[in-house]
Nanobody, 122 residues
């Protein structure tokens, strides 16, 4: 089971840190992706990190502002979000699939957590 948490209301320019927590299995062998879905829009890929923790990748819209990282001790994958913009407002989801790769399509992931809402507004 995956659980995403850490969302909330933040002003433009602010920061939030999301966490994806796994229970019942270790994330070490999984590629983890973060996706988001704004009202009325399709779910879109934000970032992913492979099971080897090599080559974390980001959508251009968040590159330089978001950082994905693993905390194997806590069995989490975190998404540090800085310099948030109103267009980052969405429900954020984490997803997992066993193996290595840069995976940007929701259909490539087998496990999903419930979303956590991020609202960027003044």
């Amino acid at each position: 089971q995956l659980q995403a948490f850490g969302g909330g209301l933040v002003q433009p320019g602010g920061s939030l840190r999301l966490s994806c927590l796994a229970s019942g299995f270790t994330l070490d062998y999984y590629t983890i992706g973060w996706f988001r879905q704004a009202p009325g829009k399709e779910r879109e890929w934000v970032s992913c990190i492979s099971s080897s923790s090599s080559s974390p990748t980001y959508d251009d819209s968040v590159k330089g502002r978001f950082t994905i990282s693993r905390d194997n001790g806590k069995n989490t994958v975190d998404l540090q979000m800085n310099n948030l913009k109103p267009e980052d407002t969405a429900v954020y989801y984490c997803a997992a699939v066993i193996g290595i790769g840069v995976l940007t399509s929701p259909r490539q992931y087998d496990y999903w957590g419930q979303g956590t809402l991020v609202t960027v507004s003044s």
